[in-house]
């Protein structure tokens, strides 16, 4: 979610754009969608958790994609072409032009229109504390309750550059792994212990497996001498991370053991296969996976998805306060609810992405990764965003 890693223009230092990931983008937003939108007791819900699936998806992505573009910044930094602080504040500034603006505006028309519980709580949410304010009252907000995903993924922006350029580069991979195995140990504590129910699923160690798999994966992708670890890492995912995916989502429903076996180890199995996924998107799939991914709605969608992602639990509560009619409109089957609630969402989101976000996004121009002062004859001409 609000990954800008992967435009066709990018800046030195980024990364070439991979159109299937952003087709991968347009796939996960559809779990929080049907999460969303049906409810809580319908079969298609009960069945799969549409949602954990779509955001461990996105988790993933953005472990990837954030550890690929900071090595790169890392490697600008080991020789000399910029400093540290440079390269921090360039990134900062980069993920605050993508992810604030609609974030803020979003909120303050919340709190105006005064939906659900959004003002009560504005402050922990404007800081991005969405996840703990949940995790203390151990409840959701309501229509606002997704944005603990935003919380721990700006959380994880906050401390990852901090890992990734001061860490030993050659332990690197090492301790990656080590968060990973240390999200389940804490899921498994938070089981036992007498922590609030969220603690295993909203805070940020309980999801640093997901993020961590798609970090290990862009470690891996960076160096060529990590082939044979790669190959193994992308094999479990679709050896052990895809059945094992299905086999916890058919105990899940069954009894109590299957419901803590996915607590404890659904996040990493959905991160396996997720990991399979990205790599073999970013390679390319071919033939109708391919076209799938790369061309036609899905990549739209995957570039429009962060709005999609932060606006669409607020449109059956905005329609049910200010569309004329809704009582007519709320005896609709649910199928035809479902498909006007979807292109509401993304209707607005386009629209925001067209004269909101790009407009602001393409700022980001202005403020490439790389220093060009440094370079021999170099000025401050900037890359393209």
Known sequence: MGQDLTSPKQPAGAMAYMSQLDGLRGIAIVGPLLTHFLPADHALRTSVPWGDIGVDLFFVLSGFLITAILLRCRDLTETGKQGLGFTL??????????????????????????????????????????????????????????????????????????????????RLIQLTALMVVLAIMFRLGASVLPLPWLARRILPIACVDALGLGSLLALYRADASHTRALTRLTSLGLRVGAPLTVLLTIVAPLH???????????????????????????????????????????????????????????????????????????????????AVWTGVSVAISAVS????????????????????KNEPGGTVQAAPP
């Open 89 to 170: 504040g360039r990134f900062y500034i980069r993920r605050f032009l993508r992810i604030f603006p609609l974030f803020y505006a979003l909120l303050a028309i919340a709190a105006v229109l005064n939906l659900d519980e959004v003002r009560n709580t504005f402050y922990w949410h404007f800081l991005y504390l969405s996840n703990i304010v949940m995790t203390i009252h151990d409840r959701g907000f309501g229509h606002a309750t997704h944005f603990w995903s935003l919380a721990v993924e700006e959380q994880f922006y906050l401390v990852w550059p901090l890992f990734i350029l001061l860490a030993p580069k050659h």
């Open 256 to 338: 109590v053991a299957g419901s803590a076996a996915h607590i404890l180890l659904g996040r990493f199995a959905h991160g396996l296969f997720s990991v399979w996924l990205i790599h073999r998107a970013a390679i390319g799939f071919n033939g109708v996976p391919g076209l799938i991914l790369g061309r036609g709605p899905l990549p739209y969608l995957g570039k429009i998805t962060y709005g999609i992602y932060v606006i669409h639990h607020f449109v059956p509560e905005v329609m049910k306060k200010f569309m004329p009619g809704y009582d007519a409109f709320s005896n609709w089957p649910l199928t035809a609810k479902f």
């Open 353 to 372: 992405w067209h004269l909101f976000e790009s407009p602001i996004n393409n700022l980001k121009a202005k403020y490439p990764y790389k220093n060009r």
